[in-house]
Antibody, heavy 118, light 110 residues
Framework: QVQLQESGPGLVKPSETLSLTCTVS????????WSWIRQPPGKGLEYIGY???????KYNPSLKSRVTISADTSENHFSLKLSSVTAADTAVYYC????????????WGQGTLVTVSS | QSALTQPRSVSGSPGQSVTISCTGA?????????VSWYQQHPGKAPKLIIY???KRPSGVPDRFSGSKSGNTASLTISGLQAEDEADYHC??????????FGGGTKLTVL
C-alpha cells in the first residue's frame, strides 16, 4: 500500500516560491502518476498537475506559468514549486498518486497547510 | 477551465437515499467517461469512492453508486449511515491531460 507524506514550509511570503516535497513509501515511484492538488480554506479541490515516473509532466493551464513538478526516483519523492505566490495560493496542498492512469487519485497524503502572508 | 457545479449541501435521514449532482459541459463530464468521486471527512484527506463514472474501488460499500447523463454526473448513496456525513467532491477529465473538480457538497445525515 502506497503511503504519501507532504513536507515543507507552512508560511511563505508573497511573491516568493512555495516548495513542497511528497515522500513515497510502501511502493516504488515507477509506473505511477504523481499529482498535486490543493484546497483553499473552506473551498473545493483544485488540480495542480502531475508527473509520470518517466519525467513527463502536465499542469493545470490556469497555473502552468508558475508551476514546476519534479521527481527524484532515487530518493522516492516528488516535489512542487509554485512561484510568485499571493494570498490566493493559501491552501492545504495534497500529494496524490494513481497506478497506470492520471484521471483519478487512489492514494492521498494527509495534506499540508501553506499560508501566504508577510 | 471552469469548476464543475455541485449543490452546496444535501441532507437525508438514516436509511434513506440521497443523490448529489455534478454538472459540467461537453468538454469535460459529457465528453469522457472519466468522472470520479471523493469522500472527505473534516480535517482528513479525500478518499476515492467512485471512478470511471460507475466503478467502485475495492472496499467501498455498494451503497455508493455513480451514473452519468449528458453533462451531469451523479453520486447516489443508499441506506444512509451516520458515517456517510462528509463532503463529497466530483472530478472529471477535461481533455489535454488535465482534470477539473466540483466545488464540493456537504452531506448532512439528519
Amino acid at each position: 500500500q502506497v503511503q504519501l507524506q507532504e513536507s515543507g514550509p507552512g508560511l511563505v511570503k508573497p511573491s516568493e516560491t512555495l516548495s513542497l516535497t511528497c515522500t513515497v513509501s510502501g511502493g516504488s515511484i515507477s509506473s505511477y502518476y504523481w499529482s498535486w492538488i490543493r484546497q483553499p480554506p473552506g473551498k473545493g479541490l483544485e488540480y495542480i498537475g502531475y508527473i509520470y515516473y518517466t519525467g513527463s509532466t502536465k499542469y493545470n493551464p490556469s497555473l502552468k506559468s508558475r508551476v514546476t513538478i519534479s521527481a527524484d526516483t532515487s530518493e522516492n519523492h516528488f516535489s512542487l514549486k509554485l512561484s510568485s505566490v499571493t494570498a490566493a495560493d493559501t491552501a492545504v496542498y495534497y500529494c496524490a498518486s494513481t497506478y497506470g492512469d492520471y484521471v483519478k487519485f487512489d492514494y492521498w497524503g494527509q495534506g499540508t497547510l501553506v499560508t501566504v502572508s508577510s | 477551465q471552469s469548476a464543475l457545479t455541485q449543490p452546496r449541501s444535501v441532507s437525508g435521514s438514516p436509511g434513506q437515499s440521497v443523490t448529489i449532482s455534478c454538472t459540467g459541459a461537453s468538454r469535460d463530464v459529457g465528453g469522457y467517461n472519466y468522472v470520479s468521486w471523493y469522500q472527505q471527512h473534516p480535517g482528513k484527506a479525500p478518499k476515492l469512492i467512485i471512478y470511471d463514472v460507475t466503478k467502485r474501488p475495492s472496499g467501498v460499500p455498494d451503497r455508493f453508486s455513480g451514473s452519468k447523463s449528458g453533462n451531469t454526473a451523479s453520486l447516489t448513496i443508499s441506506g444512509l449511515q451516520a458515517e456517510d456525513e462528509a463532503d463529497y467532491h466530483c472530478c472529471s477529465y477535461a481533455g489535454s491531460y488535465t482534470l477539473v473538480f466540483g466545488g464540493g457538497t456537504k452531506l448532512t445525515v439528519l
